[in-house]
């Protein structure tokens, strides 16, 4: 591991200052991720950032019915909330299904959404990644692709982001709120807050230099059936093939959101409005225009499967 500086932030516009005037400058908190990739030497910043300190990590009611989630609550603290439990069980049953109770202890909210688009070529540093090193091609398209993205890709990038929260957070119409070096703030909601790869798939989200997340947002519940099925290779410790996340009410409406196939969790209305008329309707639209590889392209086919079932359940 290189050398870096280190500091402990006082408040978040102090981070936030600190990280925009400090060139290489990266904010740290449970580290989960960000250790990894120090020591694998893809990223090397030159300034760690403590936020730990900054005293967001509670979670708060909020005037209009909902819940506020502090960017430092861990994990394992949020998936344990008696109101989430009861309100937002479909976000306990994503964080659940997630890394392994001792990551689950240390990773935060905020860290949780921020981690890197997964790729087996982003951590192999023999191999070209546009990602790691913009302009040295994607050695995943033609290569090893069958844990990566059908939809939202483009000729740079084919990955997929990791998170299991994000995808139930983007069910529950989360907001990201942020300070920004200057101490304003503003908020993102997050199906705006992630960046497709385009031409640039090493910038992974919409946030500044320096911008630090401070709190995710949820309205008031959805009530009905929360369901959370995320089929993988192996039972735990393992990144989403496909996962369906769903909140279903008894009339047959709802809301469904899919991790595993895209840059971002993926959902719309319209196909929620399809639901109705069965898994296959809702999945056709979800992933209209997907252009898989020969090695993914079971994934349409397993979406479709993963949401019947989920179907299936919510009428039992």
């Known amino acids: 591991m290189r050398a870096f500086t280190y500091e402990r932030a006082r408040t ?5 200052a600190a990280a925009a005037r400090t060139q290489g400058a990266r904010f740290i908190a449970g580290g989960t991720n960000l250790l990894d990739l120090m020591k694998l030497e893809i990223e090397i910043p030159s300034h760690l ?9 509670t979670i708060e009611a ?3 019915g909902g819940v506020r989630i502090g960017a430092l609550v861990r994990n394992t603290d949020l998936a344990a909330d008696s109101r989430i439990r009861r309100d937002y ?3 306990t049953r994503a964080l659940v299904a997630g890394a392994s109770g001792q990551l689950r202890n240390k990773a935060t909210t905020a860290g949780n959404l921020l981690q890197r688009t997964r790729c087996p070529y982003f951590y192999d540093t023999a191999q070209p990644c546009n990602k790691r090193l913009p302009g040295s091609g994607c050695a995943a398209i033609g290569g090893v692709s069958r844990q990566l993205a059908v939809i939202g890709t483009s000729p740079a990038c084919i990955a997929t982001h990791p998170s299991d929260m994000a995808v139930a957070m983007m069910l529950l ?22 960046r497709a790869p385009g031409k640039t798939p090493h910038i992974d989200s919409v946030l500044d230099k320096g911008e630090l997340i401070a709190a995710v947002t949820l309205p008031a519940p959805l009530g009905g059936t929360h369901i959370y099925r995320k089929v993988r290779d192996r039972a735990s410790y393992a990144f989403a093939l496909v996962s369906v996340a769903a909140v279903l009410q008894a009339d047959g409406s709802g809301r469904v959101a899919l991790g595993g196939v895209a840059y971002k969790p993926w959902r719309s209305d319209a196909a929620d409005a399809l639901l109705p008329q069965g898994a296959r309707a809702v ?13 993914n392209q079971f994934k349409v086919q397993l979406a479709e499967r993963t949401l019947a079932s989920v179907l299936m359940q919510a009428r039992s």
Request: net charge negative.
């Open 283 to 295: 999945v056709g639209s979800l992933l209209q225009g997907a252009t898989p590889s020969p090695e």
């Open 62 to 64: 909020t005037d209009d």
């Open 49 to 57: 950032i403590d936020v730990n300190g900054l005293k967001l990590d």
């Open 12 to 16: 978040p516009a102090e981070a936030a």
């Open 173 to 194: 119409d989360a907001t990201v709120e942020t300070v920004r070096p200057d101490g304003s703030t503003r908020r993102i909601a997050l199906d705006d807050f992630y």
């Open 89 to 91: 069980a479909l976000l």
